[in-house]
């Protein structure tokens, strides 16, 4: 047997022969220097590491405190200055963090801020008080986004802002006072869709929404997915309905965005949008579904948010069947869709029923369809479609999370993060939803990351695993690579290796040495998204992972979050700087970070804009706002619509 020793900066190999004892002195703490190597990288826990409570292999992470992440946020913050409580702000950290992700799970925690025409027939509750109010899975939960700012010369302050996303849908339920919105009830508790289903996972289930299109009742755009921020615009998206554009400096809701008018009013709009690097354009796609056949649209829009060419120059193209697809990826010259094979159900005919559950049979049993779609500017190439081999190992195709894609000659290789459902046997249960590991690991999929090789020019489809150790979430990359060749990949991690369990440490993941480096935090906090930002004033002739790794952190023991900055070449060595919020913000999803325009403006303006705005809503934005129908009433169609 061989025993590593690392004694100061020097190993010993101590070889034991037969069956003789080995005696290990346990030095006192302030032997720093004596420990043993690790066959997997070490794990550290901030600048003082605990081992024997820090969420690792070994140690289960607290369940009860996860579950304190599913508590509707009660107030928002305006504006706040931070400041670390370990560590500095680096110099060289200069724009805005800005996250998404449900925070109102019961309708109408929050009252209206300013005059409603009808006060709330309802009171606002408590989470648990009225389950006739509350959502039955953390994805129907409202959105909110965090925006974090980091000013050039403040080196020790950034400042805070958290606001809900001001959605139709929020400001109707919040002014009754009660949910209004249930179309997706019944897929949630549908039990044919309950057990080695992807249907309701978590946290992305692939049945996002109700499949009634256009203005409904059924389809409530929650717009609580993901932020992107281009061209000094901030954007909230959801998939299936309109983005809304957001004043990036206050938060403040603008209202729903047509795009300068390339979207139609009641058009499907994608809840992601992909970088394309190479040529610096941001796409995003429009997804008609029906029975027969899908219309996918994807459109590209320059440095300025100018459409590329006119809105009828885009992309389209039909799809076979229902095409229930939530994730894209992009390289130089394709648009890279994965379609899992569905069929309609001929008991519930689509214009009978469109609970996605009812009307959708999912057949996991057969291969998936990835799609080339041609990029505009290579008109002479024809979309290519073909199919993934299933493998035998548990895992799926059906709902794949990109990280990034790119091209080598005629071989286009993307890295996803995989689901094997295999483990999962129920739906989520009722609010707090999740409360031991047990109840995670049988209603949520055990997620890992992959390489997949697609030739263009034969069709074959290679895949190898990447990263299965433990589960994993919310891959990413340095933007600058995104649609190019990437050498890392950044992703959160669970604690327990093989098994289903709550994304909680960061991990970095070198796609060449095929080697990781993971933090994990305490057994009661849980880190969320991995975003990196390059340092500020720096040559661009330099390392990929030079730069900054910003997550989110819940604490369930205090029930606070906190922003964590990482040196994104030494993730295992933790959190260079913690910045206490002194808020609690739910388990989030998708984020971004900018460094130009509005993203980095200075305190002051930053708190002028947010007083401002505040006034506004106090005003009930609708002060100098009147229909023309009830213009001698001063009184919106929604408030009679709420009256009557």
Not at 188 to 199: I, K, L, T
Request: hydrophobic letters at 30%.
């Amino acid at each position: 047997y061989k025993h590593h020793i690392m004694i100061g900066n020097n190993k010993t190999v101590l070889t034991l022969a037969g069956c003789c004892s080995l005696i290990i002195c346990l030095l006192p703490r302030e032997c720093s220097g004596f420990s043993t190597i690790p066959q997997k990288p070490s794990t550290t826990s901030g600048s003082n590491p605990s081992p024997s409570t820090a969420a690792e292999d070994g140690n289960m992470p607290d369940m009860e405190a996860y579950a304190k992440g599913f508590s509707s946020v009660t107030s928002e913050v305006s504006f706040r200055q931070c400041e670390p409580s370990v560590g500095k702000i680096p110099s060289d950290l200069c724009g805005t963090y800005f996250r998404n992700g449900p925070a109102m799970f019961t309708a109408g925690s929050i009252p209206p801020m300013g005059f409603s025409a009808v006060n709330p027939k309802e009171k606002p509750v408590a989470d648990g008080v009225d389950m006739s109010r509350m959502v039955s899975h953390p994805f129907e939960g409202d959105g909110a986004i965090v925006g974090i700012t980091f000013h050039e010369g403040d080196e020790n302050v950034c400042s805070l802002r958290y606001k809900y996303v001001k959605t139709t849908g929020f400001e109707k339920e919040r002014k009754k006072g009660k949910k209004l919105y249930s179309g997706m009830e019944s897929t949630r508790s549908d039990r044919s869709v309950s057990s080695n289903h992807p249907a309701n996972d978590y946290p992305l289930p692939l049945y996002r929404h109700h499949l009634q299109s256009g203005l409904n009742k059924n389809r409530k755009n929650t717009s609580n997915t993901r932020t992107v921020f281009w061209a000094n615009r901030l954007m909230s998206l959801w998939e299936g309905g309109l983005p809304y554009k957001m004043d990036s400096l206050a938060l403040q809701t603008e209202g729903k965005s047509q795009l300068g008018g390339v979207l139609e009013e009641a058009a499907p709009f994608s809840g992601k949008g992909t970088l394309d690097s190479n040529q610096n354009r941001m796409l995003f796609y429009s997804n008609e579904q029906d029975v027969e056949s899908s219309l996918l649209t994807i459109y590209e829009f320059d440095e300025s948010f100018k459409l590329i060419g006119d809105k009828f120059d885009q992309r389209k193209c039909k799809l076979p069947g229902l095409a229930v697809m939530n994730d894209f990826a992009v390289t130089e010259k394709y648009s890279i869709f994965v379609q899992p094979k569905t069929e309609t159900n001929s008991a519930f005919p689509f214009v009978m029923s469109k609970d996605p559950s009812k009307l959708l049979n999912l057949q996991q049993q057969y291969p998936s369809t990835i799609h080339l779609i041609p990029r505009l500017g290579f008109d002479g190439m024809s979309m290519k479609s073909f199919e993934i081999p299933v493998d035998t190992e548990g895992c799926t195709d059906i709902d794949l999370h990109f990280c990034n894609a790119y091209m080598d000659e005629d071989i286009i290789i993307f890295d996803a993060i995989r689901s094997d459902t295999s483990n999962i046997k129920s739906s989520f249960n009722k609010w707090p939803w999740i409360t031991t590991l047990e109840e995670y690991s049988s209603s949520v999929s055990r997620k890992s990351l992959w390489r997949y090789r697609v030739n263009t020019i034969d069709g074959k489809v290679e895949k190898e695993p990447l990263f299965t150790d433990y589960s994993c979430a919310f891959g990413t990359v340095n933007p600058a690579v995104s649609s190019k060749k990437h050498k890392y990949i950044y992703a959160n991690v669970g604690a327990i290796s093989n098994k289903a369990s709550p994304p909680q440490g960061i991990a970095k993941f070198n796609c060449e040495s095929k080697t990781v480096e993971r933090w994990m935090p305490e057994a009661y906090q849980f880190a969320g998204e991995p975003i990196f930002t390059s340092r500020q004033k720096t040559q661009e002739s330099v390392d990929e992972d030079d730069g900054y790794i910003i997550s989110l952190l819940f604490d369930g023991k205090s029930n606070e979050s906190e922003l964590l900055i990482f040196d994104a070449k030494d993730i295992e060595g933790g959190p260079i700087t913690r910045v206490p919020l002194g808020l609690s913000i739910a388990h989030g999803l998708f984020g971004c970070f900018a460094s130009d325009g509005d993203a980095c403006c200075s305190s002051e303006e930053l708190e002028r804009r947010s007083k401002l705005a505040d006034k506004m809503e106090k005003k009930g934005n609708r002060w100098n706002e009147v229909k023309s129908d009830f213009s001698g009433l001063g009184l919106r169609l929604d408030d009679f619509d709420e009256y009557f």
